[in-house]
C-alpha cells in the first residue's frame, strides 16, 4: 500500500526562525502535493500546493519544493510567527478518490 | 456562509448505541469524505463519495454506514459504538480528482464514546 511519512513529527522554532518539514511518499503516480495546516481544535486547511509539472512555488512566508525523483516535498516557513503554530500534514494524491495523509508535524514557534 | 458544516459538533454517548452525524457541503462539488482523527492526530480516510456514489470504503467495519441523499450531502450513522470509536469525524468535500483536489473540511465532530 501508499506510504506516506513526515519528519520531523515534532518541531520547536524561535519566533523569527525558518521551518522545514518533509513529506515523503512511495505512490509513483502521484501527481498533487499539498500541505494542509491545523491549528488546535479547528479543521485542517490547504495552506499551499503544487503540481508535478512544477518544482517549487512560493506564497509570501511559506513554500513548496518538490522533488519527484526522490519523492518528497517539503513545506518551507520563514520568519515563523506565533501563529504559524499548528499541525501540518501532507496529503499527496494522484488523481483518485482516496487521499493519505502524513502522519503530521507538529510546529510550535516559541515567542 | 459556511462551505461544508456538520451536526452535531460534539457527541457524549454509551457503549452500544446508535449515532448518526450529517454533513452538508454549498460549493458545489462533486466529491465528499469522511475522515476520522484519532487521539495522536493521524487523519485516515474512511469513505469517498462521488455524485453520492460509494468509491473507496477503507476497510472500515461495517457498523459505519455511511449515506449520501444528493451530492451535497454525506451522512455517517454508527451502529454498537465501541470506546474505540471515540475521535474526531471530519467531513470534506472536493471537486473531481482529475479535476481539482483541493479539500475542504467541516468543522469536525468529536465523538466520545463511555
Known amino acids: 500500500g501508499e506510504n506516506v511519512e513526515q519528519h520531523p513529527s515534532t518541531l520547536s522554532v524561535q519566533e523569527g526562525d525558518s521551518a522545514v518539514i518533509k513529506c515523503t511518499y512511495s505512490?509513483?503516480?502521484?501527481?498533487?502535493f499539498p500541505w494542509y495546516k491545523q491549528e488546535l481544535g479547528k479543521r485542517p486547511q490547504l495552506i499551499i500546493d503544487?503540481?508535478?509539472?512544477?518544482g517549487e512555488k512560493k506564497d509570501q512566508r511559506i513554500a513548496v519544493t518538490l522533488n519527484k525523483t526522490a519523492k518528497h516535498f517539503s513545506l518551507h516557513i520563514t520568519e515563523t510567527q506565533p501563529e504559524d503554530s499548528a499541525v501540518y500534514f501532507c496529503?499527496?494524491?494522484?488523481?483518485?478518490?482516496?487521499?493519505?495523509f502524513g502522519t503530521g508535524t507538529r510546529l510550535k514557534v516559541l515567542a | 456562509d459556511t462551505a461544508v458544516s456538520q451536526t452535531p459538533k460534539y457527541l457524549v454517548t454509551q457503549m452500544g448505541n446508535d449515532k448518526s452525524i450529517k454533513c452538508e457541503q454549498n460549493?458545489?462539488?462533486?466529491?465528499m469524505y469522511w475522515y476520522k482523527q484519532d487521539s495522536k492526530k493521524f487523519l485516515k480516510i474512511m469513505f469517498s463519495?462521488?455524485?453520492?456514489?460509494?468509491?473507496i470504503n477503507e476497510t472500515v467495519p461495517n457498523r459505519f454506514s455511511p449515506k449520501s441523499p444528493d451530492k451535497a450531502h454525506l451522512n455517517l450513522h454508527i451502529n454498537s459504538l465501541e470506546l474505540g470509536d471515540s475521535a474526531v469525524y471530519f467531513c470534506?468535500?472536493?471537486?473531481?480528482?482529475?479535476?481539482?483536489?483541493?479539500?475542504?473540511f467541516g468543522p469536525g465532530t468529536r465523538l466520545l464514546v463511555l
Open positions: 470534506a468535500s472536493s471537486q473531481r480528482p482529475s479535476e481539482k483536489e483541493t479539500q475542504y
Open positions: 505512490d509513483s503516480a502521484s501527481n498533487y
Open positions: 503544487i503540481r508535478s509539472n512544477v
Open positions: 496529503a499527496p494524491g494522484s488523481g483518485t478518490y482516496k487521499y493519505i
Open positions: 460549493l458545489g462539488h462533486d466529491t
Open positions: 463519495y462521488n455524485n453520492k456514489e460509494l468509491i
